[in-house]
């Protein structure tokens, strides 16, 4: 097909064959999801793509693929993670405060996802018993650059690119709400123009042809952008990078399903006080591809993806969480209502010394479990499962 032939999108479910012709939907360009339907049975038909069932927020552009058995094997925590046998929780990096099961105001985006109080008094109901990999100090980080992103759902949100003292990669922060500002991409630099900062995102308000000034070089000039409608602290996703869940439609996890609902929720006029996404570039919970992909053959050899990760002399998980916690110290953050399931993100966001307060903990449910579209495939049921009952995350299977 030659680069002026229209782009085809996937009609009957699947991603064609290679080579082979795709019929053209003449409504929407070809990056852009089909409308979620309500999941299916797998056993039935072929699932829908991986978002809400208004299509709010739907970025795949191929449903999910049919998939197979599971490979799940449970066993104990206990020997499934070594770690877990001696340490004991580390209470001081909880918030001690109580937080209403629900935020009351306007500033609840909607009835669901269900707030959940982040509560150190109660061990399993609370956070578990395992404990995550805590820097001592946190690393330094550094905004460098900043971009207005338009979203294809028609919000829009602002792309932050950090760097940072403890590894070269480039981590993210999503950030929904022009209020939300980030003090070391705003500090002046010495030597620059009211180009170069208006270049590298320093600026304030919108950004038009022939604009010449940034907005906050003057000295009466504060570097802020529209003050938040209330007090309540923002929602907050911290997210580990996963190419085969976000970018090539595996089904053996939801995490491009997590991330596009995140970026809902913090879209919704109701979220007044915006969102801010920290994407982190630890793939495969930190183990990276090409080892998340022979995990994969493991799984589809009968192990389960803790089981997968230690064959292959990884950790169950492999991640940290100081430079999230970091970053949304340089955005402004002390206070966030973490939408989560996973316990240590939430121990491991507080920082060593309690530098954040995780007021609430917003679940995550699967979508499909909600009866509100996304996808179902035997694979993700089986990685649910383990995350549930190996690795003491808080959801409910089913729920
Ligand atoms: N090693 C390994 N990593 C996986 C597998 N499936 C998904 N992942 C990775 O797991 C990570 C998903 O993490 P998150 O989206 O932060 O979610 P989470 O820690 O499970 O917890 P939630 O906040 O509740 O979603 C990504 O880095 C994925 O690449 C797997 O089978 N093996």
């Known amino acids: 097909m030659s680069a002026s032939e229209p782009q085809a999108a996937p009609v009957?479910?699947?991603?064609?064959?290679?080579?082979?012709?795709?019929?053209?939907?003449?409504?929407?360009?070809?990056?852009?999801?089909?409308?979620?339907?309500p999941a299916p049975d797998y056993d039935d038909v072929q699932p829908p793509s991986r978002t809400g069932g208004n299509g709010e927020f739907s970025l795949s552009p191929f449903p999910r693929p049919h998939t197979s058995d599971p490979s799940s094997t449970p066993s104990s925590s206990a020997a499934s993670n070594p770690a877990d046998q001696s340490q004991p929780p580390p209470?001081?990096?909880?918030?001690?405060?109580?937080?209403?099961?629900?935020?009351?105001?306007?500033?609840?985006?909607?009835?669901?996802?269900?707030?959940?109080?982040?509560?150190?008094?109660?061990?399993?109901?609370?956070?578990?018993t395992?404990?995550?990999?805590?820097?001592?100090?946190?690393?330094?980080?550094?905004?460098?650059?900043?971009?207005?992103?338009?979203?294809?759902?028609?919000?829009?949100?602002?792309?932050?690119?950090?760097?940072?003292?403890?590894?070269?990669?480039?981590?993210?922060?999503?950030?929904?709400?022009?209020?939300?500002?980030?003090?070391?991409?705003?500090?002046?630099?010495?030597?620059?123009?009211?180009?170069?900062?208006?270049?590298?995102?320093?600026?304030?308000?919108?950004?038009?042809?022939?604009?010449m000034k940034s907005g906050m070089m003057g000295p009466a000039e504060a570097s802020t952008g529209t003050a938040p409608v209330s007090s309540d602290a923002p929602l907050v996703r911290i997210h580990s990078e996963c190419y085969t869940g976000e970018t090539a439609w595996s089904a053996r996890c939801d995490c491009g399903e997590q991330l596009d609902e995140a970026a809902r929720l913090m879209s919704l006029p109701s979220a007044t006080n915006g969102g801010i996404i920290i994407y982190l570039r630890q793939e495969g919970r930190g183990i990276g591809l090409g080892e998340k992909l022979k995990a994969y053959n493991l799984q589809d050899l009968g192990s389960d993806t803790v089981e997968a990760n230690l064959i292959l002399r990884h950790p169950a998980d492999a991640r940290s969480y100081g430079l999230a916690t970091a970053m949304l110290l340089d955005l402004g953050q002390k206070e966030v209502r973490l939408l989560t399931n996973n316990p240590d993100k939430i121990r491991a966001v507080e920082g060593p010394n309690r530098e954040i307060r995780v007021t609430e903990r917003v679940r995550m449910v699967p979508l499909s479990w909600k009866g509100k579209g996304g996808f179902k495939s035997r694979e993700m049921e089986g990685y649910l499962k383990t995350k549930i009952e190996k690795m003491g995350h808080m959801l409910e299977m089913g729920s």
């Open 130 to 211: 395992k404990r995550p990999r805590l820097l001592e100090t946190l690393p330094e980080v550094q905004c460098i650059v900043r971009a207005r992103i338009p979203t294809v759902a028609g919000t829009e949100m602002f792309l932050h690119l950090y760097t940072n003292s403890a590894d070269n990669k480039e981590h993210l922060a999503i950030v929904f709400g022009n209020h939300i500002r980030s003090k070391s991409l705003d500090a002046p630099r010495e030597g620059e123009t009211e180009m170069d900062r208006m270049v590298r995102g320093a600026y304030t308000g919108r950004l038009y042809p022939g604009r």
């Open 12 to 37: 009957d479910g699947k991603p064609p064959p290679h080579g082979q012709a795709l019929q053209v939907t003449e409504d929407l360009p070809s990056f852009y999801s089909p409308r979620s339907r």
């Open 91 to 128: 209470p001081s990096l909880l918030s001690p405060a109580f937080t209403p099961p629900s935020t009351p105001g306007t500033a609840t985006p909607t009835a669901e996802p269900r707030g959940v109080p982040v509560d150190s008094s109660i061990p399993s109901g609370g956070c578990g």
